[in-house]
Structure formats: structure tokens, C-alpha cells
């Protein structure tokens, strides 16, 4: 599923920052986790419901590892989808 990069940026952005989070500083490299975001277990749930209400599906649910980055996020939208 290849969505519109400015979309899925506008989703994470507006749901992390309702969780009370810094935006202004989000590139490709920030982190969800450690040093980053801080992102706990809730967060990301409340994270991946919001990339998947908005966007149909999302990255946290398929595959074998979840996303660490803004820029895995964006990745998994960007790219083709397997037939």
C-alpha cells in the first residue's frame, strides 16, 4: 500500500503530539524509542491504531520487526506492495 508521504508524516506528527510530545524536531532519524521519542508500550499501540485508522493498515502489525524510526514508518508506506 504506497500512500502519500505528507499524509503519513501529518498522521504521525498530529498523534505524537497528542501524546504530548516534541514535533518540532522530527526527521527521518528520530527514534521512537531510547534517546528519541520515549515512545512506551501505550504509545506505540495508540501510534499503530492511529497509522491504521487513518491510513488502512500499519507498520507495527505485519512483518517480523517493528519500526524504530520516523523514517521506517515512512518507508513501509513508500513501498510496493508485495504480490
Given amino acids: 500500500m504506497s500512500s502519500d508521504e505528507a499524509q503519513v508524516r501529518e498522521v504521525i506528527t498530529k498523534c505524537i503530539a497528542q501524546m ?12 521512537l524509542f531510547g ?7 501505550l504509545e506505540v499501540a495508540e501510534l499503530s491504531a492511529t497509522l491504521e485508522d487513518e491510513l488502512g493498515t500499519d507498520p507495527f502489525s ?16 513508500q513501498a510496493d506492495p508485495v504480490a
Avoid at 63 to 76: H, R, S, V, W
Fill in 20 to 31: 504530548n510530545k516534541n514535533v518540532d524536531d522530527l526527521t527521518d532519524d528520530t527514534s
Fill in 35 to 41: 534517546d528519541g521519542l520515549e515512545l512506551d508500550s
Fill in 62 to 77: 505485519v512483518g517480523d520487526t517493528d519500526p524504530q524510526t520516523i523514517g521506517e514508518i515512512l518507508a513501509f508506506y
